[in-house]
């Protein structure tokens, strides 16, 4: 089980980024992909989720409105379109999975067993 995340970058406010997480060694189908972020000093937090399993999916109301999760399953990826960034969105940005089906989605940490090693969005003029 591998998770690949990549499109971070150096990026001015109000400007956008599209977050993919591609998967190897399974297939999305049934499974839960997040996407969480660390800022500097801070603590990981959970961003968004979708699950495979029943489609559902959870943005937090930090980001709601401006971060869009979807998937691929053709592609066996999952995107994180980040918009109207800000400064206090500047984090690195993980992408892990939880393995097992489950109705519904959450972004706490201990329920993934898979991470990525992280794509670093930074915003700034």
């Known amino acids: 089980v591998q998770l690949q995340a990549s499109g971070g970058g150096l990026v001015q406010p109000g400007g956008s980024l599209r977050l993919s997480c591609a998967a190897s060694g399974f297939t999305l189908d049934y499974v839960t992909i997040g996407w969480f972020r660390q800022a500097p000093g801070k603590e990981r937090e959970g961003v968004s989720c979708?699950?495979?399993?029943?489609?559902?999916?959870y943005t937090a109301d930090a980001v709601k409105g401006r971060f869009t999760i979807s998937r691929d399953n053709a592609k066996n990826t999952v995107y994180l379109q980040v918009n109207s960034l800000k400064p206090e969105d500047t984090a690195v940005y993980y992408c892990a999975t939880h393995q097992r089906s489950a109705y519904g989605c959450y972004v706490d940490i201990q329920w993934y067993e898979y991470w990525g090693q992280g794509t670093l969005v930074t915003v700034s003029s």
């Open positions: 979708i699950s495979s399993y029943d489609g559902s999916s």
